[in-house]
């Protein structure tokens, strides 16, 4: 096969996400094998088999050529409540207690992204006892990992399901990272007690410039180091807050709008049920707003009132869990809405999506009536409706917020 590289590494860019067609390439033409493997080791995940990292180590001997094509490492398990509660993990069947894996990060020497995901049980993936226990991770791949969080190639991080002694032990694990830029934290714990936060050592810098950060995490002493003038988060330009604590979201919104902050331009929050009087979230850069509230009515209405109408708003995202909705109990709130739209010229869609656990076929006389009720947003081509599966007991959050 006769074809210029520049053609090949092409056609292979387009399917980059295709594994089994990037497999089936390679094994074609000599000419496809590099451009190929550059795209199947881009990405690797490891579940929770220990033979999974170990076999995945021995690969890594075997051909050293593979270790510095991969940029985004997944890793996940599942820890049991069982072996939570009898305090024991077998070294056969949990990975994080094998060797395999703090012999493989130090071979991975391009890593740019890396996720550690705890999911708990399938049934409940949610708590503390259902989280793993940083310290009591074995103390090679403790220091192995540390290594990795402080790397100066290190862009971006999602660390989930895990108990460590406090924020500031969280937060010092990436205080090197000077690349950083994006950070995800969920399902976090502290061993000491809330309310009593040893202080951020001032001799200790924080080098990351994050410019996108998610927290579910539900602490107020965490918010407290975030807000902290030594962690700098004027460079956060996407912000998702999954909590419930009213005055902790409007810290850390807060927090990104200091010194020459230009401010959130994509801002998440998910309200679960309340939407109180927020008018600083609507500041002078926010580009698309996504909210979750159960009360979709309360949402709606607390909106169209805080929204200013100099607002650069181009896109609103509206999470409400399937339920039975009577749009015309209030005409009121569709004036409302239809005022302030009028007055948004930047605003260019207005996406609710309805969040189902259960197959229903409630969505097509919902859609009906919320095209209904807004019958002004859909001449103006800005309405558009959603439907979300959503596997209820597998975890607290619907997608987009765990």
Known sequence: MDL???????????????????????????????SARKHIFKKIEILSSSDAAQRFY??????????PLVEDLCITS???????????LDPSGDYMS????????????????????????VHNRSGREFSRSWNKMEPPLQSVLANVFSSPRLEAVHLCGFV???????????SEAAALKEMSLSRLYFTQGEGRPEPWPESQLWRPKLQSLFLNVFSTDLCQYLVNPHIDLTHVRTLTLATSLPEQRK????????????????????????????????????RSIHLHCNS?????????????????????????PAGVLHFTEIPELHTAIDATVAHLPALKTIEIRWIVVEPSNAFTQWEVDIQTAFSSLVRRGMLHLTRIAWRGLGGLYPPGWE
């Open 164 to 174: 460590l002694e406090s924020p500031c032990h969280l937060l010092s694990l990436f």
């Open 58 to 67: 021995e690969l890594l001997c075997s051909s050293p050529h593979i270790a």
């Open 78 to 88: 599942v820890l049991e409540k069982f072996s939570v509660t009898c305090a024991y």
């Open 98 to 121: 094998g060797r395999a894996l703090s012999l493989i990060l130090p071979l991975l020497t391009e890593l740019i992204r890396i996720s550690i995901i705890e999911t708990g049980d």
């Open 251 to 286: 810290k850390m919104v807060q927090a990104t709008q200091f010194r020459l902050s230009r401010g959130v331009e994509h801002l998440g929050l998910y309200l679960s049920y309340n939407f109180e009087q927020t008018s600083y979230l609507f500041t002078t850069n926010l």
């Open 296 to 320: 979709m009515f309360e949402l709606l209405g607390v909106f169209v009132q805080a929204c200013p109408h100099d607002s650069r708003l181009e896109y609103v995202t509206l999470d409400t």
């Open 4 to 34: 210029p590289q520049e053609l090949v590494d092409t056609i292979l860019d387009n399917i980059h996400d295709d594994v089994p067609s990037l497999k089936s390439c390679s094994l074609a033409a000599r000419t496809f094998v590099i």
